[in-house]
């Protein structure tokens, strides 16, 4: 073999600066790049308490039927958490209130605000609210409000501190977030628990 074809040979294995080899470097710079911007702070997302809060405050807002502010009916006009979320001790699902239970006071109260008057077409079309769903789960995940009650977590726990809050913004639950406190706590850490 002479010393041209030994250079050829390398030439086709390279192809010079963009070649193959490079290529692959590059792509693999960008794809760990890509997780250190994008995937990286979510999986980082599931671990303590403090981080889901922060999302919690800082995620995505929700466009709502009706902007409805926690912190003026719980910390301004003192309306307790099961007043509204009448279930989450008895049930699995915590509940959101009816259309009939905002007017039990607004059919008084401001009555002929704007939003308000949005309250009462719903009503007299007799269609549920369409909230949207802040913190969520995927269908395959268990969650029973009441077991957790009856232990005394407060709602803030898990859902930040919903009553500093004039909207809600969207948040998942990681596994790790629930498997954190259920080791910390003692609690079932089995598969088959929290996915049935
Ligand atoms: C006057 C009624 C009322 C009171 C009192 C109230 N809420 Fe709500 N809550 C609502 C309504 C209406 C929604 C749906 C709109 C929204 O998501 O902002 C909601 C949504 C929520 C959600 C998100 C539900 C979802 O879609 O995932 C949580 C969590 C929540 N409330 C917790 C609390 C906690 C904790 C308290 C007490 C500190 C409280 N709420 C007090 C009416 C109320
Ligand atoms: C226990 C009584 C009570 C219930 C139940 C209640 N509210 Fe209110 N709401 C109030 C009071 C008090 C105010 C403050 C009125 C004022 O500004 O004078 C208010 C204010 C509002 C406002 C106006 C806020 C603004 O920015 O001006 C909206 C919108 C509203 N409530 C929506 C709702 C919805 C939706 C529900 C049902 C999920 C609901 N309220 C349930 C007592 C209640
Ligand atoms: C141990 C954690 C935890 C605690 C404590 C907790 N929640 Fe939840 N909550 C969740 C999870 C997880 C979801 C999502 C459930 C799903 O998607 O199946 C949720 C969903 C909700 C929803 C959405 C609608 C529904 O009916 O599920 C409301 C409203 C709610 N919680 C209110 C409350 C209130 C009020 C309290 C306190 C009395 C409370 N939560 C305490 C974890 C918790
Ligand atoms: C802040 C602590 C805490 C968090 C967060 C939490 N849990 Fe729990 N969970 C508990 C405790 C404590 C129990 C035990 C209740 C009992 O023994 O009755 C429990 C019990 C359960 C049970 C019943 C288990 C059994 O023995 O049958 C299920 C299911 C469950 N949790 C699912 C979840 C899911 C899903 C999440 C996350 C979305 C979650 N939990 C987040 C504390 C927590
Ligand atoms: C305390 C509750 C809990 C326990 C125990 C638990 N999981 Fe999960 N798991 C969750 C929640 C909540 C999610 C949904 C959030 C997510 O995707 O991270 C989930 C998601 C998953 C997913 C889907 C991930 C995805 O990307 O969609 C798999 C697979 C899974 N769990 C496997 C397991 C296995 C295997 C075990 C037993 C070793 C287990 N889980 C135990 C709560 C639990």
Request: charged share 20%; hydrophobic share 35%; net charge neutral.
């Amino acid at each position: 073999m002479s010393g041209k074809t030994r250079e050829n040979t390398a030439r086709r294995l390279w192809g010079g600066a963009w070649g193959p080899l490079t290529v692959t470097g590059f792509l693999l710079f960008l794809g760990l790049l890509l997780y250190g911007i994008y995937f990286y702070p979510q999986s980082a997302r599931s671990y303590g308490f403090n981080v889901n809060y922060h999302r919690a405050m800082f995620g995505s807002t929700l466009e709502q039927p009706i902007p409805f502010s926690h912190r003026l009916h719980v910390t301004d006009k003192e309306i307790d958490c099961f007043y509204c979320h009448s279930y989450a001790e008895r049930s699995l699902n915590a509940g959101l209130p009816s259309v009939d239970k905002c007017l039990g006071c607004h059919d008084y109260i401001i009555p002929k605000h704007e939003e308000i008057l949005k309250l009462k077409a719903y009503k007299k079309s007799g269609q549920p609210l369409p909230w949207v769903r802040v913190y969520y789960n995927p269908d395959h995940v268990f969650f029973p409000h009441y077991r957790h009650l009856a232990k005394e977590l407060e709602c803030q726990r898990c859902h930040g501190e919903v009553e500093q809050a004039d909207r809600l913004h969207q948040v998942t639950f990681y596994m790790g977030f629930c498997i954190d406190c259920h080791q910390e706590m003692s609690a079932s850490l089995e598969c088959v628990a929290c996915h049935q």
